[in-house]
Structure formats: C-alpha cells, structure tokens
C-alpha cells in the first residue's frame, strides 16, 4: 500500500529525504513542487506514470526540445525515489526526449574587451549611486580570480581579509569551502570600493561585501 496519498505528499518526501542528505534542491524542488500541481490540476491519482510525466515535460514554457528533456530529467530521481514504495511507478527513460544538456563554447575574455566592459559598468546608472562601482569592482574580481557570479555575491565582509590577501569562499559547488589568494591589484581595487562603499552607505542591512545604494547585498539578476 502507498504512504502517499497524493503527488505533493510524495514530492515533498522526496525533498526531505534528499535534504536530509545534505542535498539544497533549490531549483529541482522548485521543478517538482510544479509539477506536483500539474498532476494534482490534472486530476491524476496514484503512482508516476509516464504519461504523466510527458504530458508535464509537453507543458514547459519553453518549446525548445531541451526545456522538455530537462523536465523530464528532474523527474527520474524522483520516479526512482518512488518506485520501492510503489512498484507501478514508471520511470522515464534516459534520452527519451533527447539531450537535457549542451555544453556551450566558453568565451575568454581578451584584455581589450575586459576594458571595455568595466568601462561600461563604470557608466551605469545612476551616476551618483553605488551602483557603478559595485558592478564594475565585481567584474573586476570575477576576471582576477575565476570566481563564479554567485561566489562573489556571498561573499561577506569578514570573508575579504585584505590585509591577508585572501577571500574565504563559503557556500561554494558542493558545499565546500575554500580560500583564494588574491593579487595586489585586486586588494588595491577592493579596498577603494570598501572606502568608497563605507561612505556611500554607512549603515548598511546585511555584511554583504557588494552593496546595493539601499544597503542590502547584490543579487544575481542585478549583477548581470
């Protein structure tokens, strides 16, 4: 007998179980719990089939073939999850809406174009904000030491040591934690935004290192 009694009871056992494995599940726990509506708007009773689970993978926004391989590919974990409390559930093959990955070209940045973007940043509005110099100083560092976008923005005041030269990477891939040493440069760059940041906002709402004009750290979609 099931100890689910409907598709949200079952999403949300997955999450905890994984969670409690250390798993965050952010997006595909944002994934499931949409799809756990479309069954239940669906009127579907009982285990995952794979009716179910194409019909939920045909409704992405995005017609794109890969949109709809990728939907599917968050619901084969969960399927498998499932399939020792309930043996009905069908499991949607690998590949059977193709590719849910392509590996895109990287572009490296020449000098040149490097200068031109921070000049750019340097440019935004508003003129008197904070802005300008928040963006272009994280640019900067993104260049000078390989971070990801959202290993910058964690970053707290107590993790930039400028007199160490060292940034305490928290909340990396995985979890893990690491520190990066940085050039002389890039500790110059850093302590005049930090001077510049300190007077701008003098109280600030949170000990993100890059700040908004309210005080508050910078997100991913203002970053970019």
């Known amino acids: ?39 239940e708007a669906c009127g579907h009773r009982g285990a995952l089939t794979l009716d179910l689970a194409l019909d939920w993978a045909a409704a992405a926004p995005k017609a794109a ?29 690998p590949g059977i809406l193709g590719p849910a990955h392509r590996r895109l070209a990287p572009h490296i940045y020449s000098e040149e174009e490097l200068d031109r973007l921070l000049a750019a940043a340097g440019e935004l509005a508003p003129a008197s904000g904070l802005r300008p110099d928040t963006v272009r100083t994280l640019l900067g560092l993104l260049a000078a030491t390989g971070l990801r976008v959202s290993e910058a ?20 891939k995985f979890g893990k934690s690491r520190s990066v040493p940085l050039h002389p440069s890039a500790v110059e760059a850093l302590a005049e935004y930090a001077a510049r940041r300190d007077g701008q906002v003098p109280h600030p709402q949170d000990e ?17």
Not at 14 to 38: D, H, P, V
Not at 68 to 81: H, I, K, V
């Open 1 to 39: 007998m099931s100890p689910w009694s409907s598709m949200p009871e079952r999403v949300e056992a997955y999450l905890t179980a994984r969670r409690r494995l250390g798993y965050a599940l952010r997006i595909e726990g944002q994934q499931l719990k949409r799809f756990a509506r479309f069954a």
């Open 208 to 224: 993100a290192f890059f700040l908004r004009d309210d005080g508050r750290g910078l997100s991913y979609p203002q970053a970019l």
């Open 153 to 172: 923005l964690h970053l707290d005041r107590d993790d930039v040591d400028l007199g160490r030269a060292l940034l305490c990477v928290r909340r990396s």
């Open 65 to 93: 073939a890969i949109g709809r391989a990728r939907r599917l590919e968050t619901l084969r974990p969960f399927a498998r999850f499932c399939l020792p409390f309930e043996p009905d559930t069908q499991v949607p093959p």
